[in-house]
């Protein structure tokens, strides 16, 4: 503990001193319970093993500089995790169980929250899977759901700096009716492939497309995306995106800045008519595009041209942080203060 250097953080796992796990069996999900174990003791036939059935979130505290600690969007966190449950046919976590779970982790951790001038953050890591012994695909009738913490420094580790991304229509992330809307490990291990390949190249991520017809943007790998341009914030509409609290978020922001906002779907050859771009998610909060590669098109689509971040999406990036740290109003009631 006392060797973190907070300010050099990496995004990545450090142990930490807690973790809090309920157990659902019966019907009912157990009293929630706090253990220093890292490791979990599971059926080899357990469903999530073999049928993935297993999904997660990704939420952070932060620590303002009146040294309080506040806790971004919990509640739609936890709603998101009950559309995921319901999407692979998992028992749900309720609401307020899931919320109860969340702050006794974090004030269990509380000494590993990063000092405000550090940057750093938090990070949170629900997770919900089957555990039924069972071969056979079907619903496990029994669940576990975690909740760990660690301090992160920025996910790119770039911070808020242009990056190239790359569109490789070789790859795709999610099918439109298949899991696409859920936050589930599936998804993840769908993207590795090419995750690797892009990063190999020199690409900080792999912008995908709509798999039906490869015309129009989907999602940036670990992020969703957004164009702007004629002060309006774009962002595309799909069957197969996550639905990502972060661009929820930047999408009220851009609305209380008198911004015009489009969710729609947007086609490849509009990336040459956006001012700026960038890619959003809790762990980046927003990576600016430097620009995409379309490689078997032989296209590129750039959006910086000194070098810097487009004005506007700094302004989003600078407001959304200042509300997470309490530099700026909650007006929207998105921050729990940890008492």
Known sequence: MDTINWSNLSFGYIKTDYNVRTYYSEGAWSKPEITDSETLNIHMAATCLHYGQEAFEGMKAFRGKDGKVRIFRMRENAQRLQHSCRGIMMAELPVELFEECIMTVVKKNERFVPPYESGASLYIRPLIFGTSAQVGVKPSNEYTFLVFVTPVGPYFKEGFKPTPMVIMREFDRAAPLGTGTYKVGGNYAASMQ???????????????????????????????????????????????????????????????????????????????????????????????????????????????KDGKPGAISKKLYDKLRGIQYGDEPDLHDWVTIVE
């Open 194 to 304: 090419s995750g690797v390949k892009a990063a190999e190249m020199g690409y900080s991520a792999v912008v995908y497309l709509d798999a039906r017809e490869k015309k129009y943007i989907d999602e940036c790998g670990p992020a969703n995306f957004f164009g702007i341009k004629n002060n309006t914030y774009i962002t595309p509409e799909s069957s197969s995106i996550l639905p990502s609290i972060t661009n929820k978020s930047l999408i009220r922001l851009a609305k209380d800045m008198g911004m015009k906002v489009e969710r729609r779907p947007v086609p490849v050859e509009e990336l040459a008519t956006f001012e700026e771009a960038g890619a959003c998610g809790t762990a980046a909060v927003i990576s600016p595009i430097l620009k995409i590669d379309d490689l078997s098109e032989g296209k590129t689509y750039e959006f910086v």
